[in-house]
């Protein structure tokens, strides 16, 4: 069980971007993996999980390296389907758990919700690709951080580093946490602050182990607010590892404390889904 620790935003923000390159991808920036890699040792790869990750030539390490790294594709899938759902962020306090490079918490930024917390296992994520992510996007060249609606208008970032200027008022809204799910609600619910709810809960590809799905269950259970949503993309299904979407749904019916309805499926490839969790005695 890896601790729950939260990171703290650095005063200065120029330094997150500090040697990062930045690619985009439907309007928004993120930290090139592919760098990151040759770049990212010592201090900045505490956990070594970079040089694991590329020595086992392995997206996945359980209990060590849990994937957040690499984006992948069900994020793309939770990304569009928020956009084809007008799903409204404005005011709302949204997690996005096991966040990797945090665009769906950067998509309800840009919704303008209240506040956004991003987690992840690796704290190595949270500091090298997650927190460099959240900045690339709040820096305002000319723009504020909107609605997104004119994404695809926006031009692609310029490969130099940034000033960071315009980020802090964004930023003041995010927090950012990395360790154990069970350890970060535990974190989240022994805080001086009365136990935060969130309105929605973000999480994509993060039923592959079925020896994870309790301490998932048991996280939205403890975070999400009574009448709060859960948006989870997933593949149906996942070689080597075993889990799916049809087998989280029986082991969500078979708790009975949640409901949940598969709003949409993409046929390309391996089929996918995004599911809605909500309590069963929610309005």
């Known amino acids: 069980v890896k601790a729950a620790k939260e990171h703290s935003i650095p005063q200065d923000l120029n330094k ?3 040697n990062k390159v930045m690619e985009t991808v439907l309007g928004l920036s993120h930290v090139k993996l592919s760098v990151v890699e040759r770049t990212c040792s010592g201090d900045a790869d505490s956990e070594g999980i970079v040089s694991k990750s590329v020595s086992s030539h392995s ?15 069900c994020t793309f899938d939770l990304m569009d389907y928020l956009s084809e759902a007008e799903i409204e ?3 709302k ?8 490079a945090g665009l769906l918490g950067i998509v309800a930024l840009r919704g303008e919700a209240a506040r956004v917390h991003f987690q992840d296992y690796n704290s190595t994520v949270i500091d090298e690709i997650t927190l460099p992510n959240v900045v690339a996007n709040c ?6 951080m909107g609605s997104g609606k004119d994404r695809k208008a926006s031009k ?3 490969k130099r580093p940034r000033k960071a200027e315009g980020s802090a008022d964004v930023l003041s809204r995010c927090r950012f ?11 989240l619910s022994n805080s001086n602050k009365p136990c935060l709810k969130y309105d929605i809960i973000l999480t994509s590809e993060t039923i592959y182990n079925p020896d994870y799905y309790s301490a998932l269950h048991d996280t939205l259970a403890q975070l999400l607010d009574r009448n709060g949503r859960v948006y989870l993309a997933s593949k149906v299904h996942y070689f080597g590892v075993g889990g799916g979407v049809y087998l989280f ?10 409901k949940t309805s598969l709003v949409k499926t993409i046929d390309q490839g391996l089929q996918r889904c995004i599911m809605e969790i909500t309590f069963k005695n929610s309005c």
């Open 59 to 73: 997206d996945l390490i359980p209990g060590v390296y849990e994937g957040g790294l690499k984006i992948w594709e």
């Open 139 to 144: 820096i305002s060249e000319g723009r504020r």
């Open 16 to 18: 997150v971007l500090e």
């Open 93 to 100: 306090t949204v997690l996005d758990l096991g966040c990797g």
């Open 89 to 91: 962020f404005t005011n």
């Open 249 to 258: 749904e029986k082991f969500i019916e078979d708790k009975n404390v949640f």
């Open 156 to 158: 692609p970032p310029s």
């Open 177 to 187: 946490f990395s360790g154990d799910w069970s350890q970060v609600s535990q974190l």
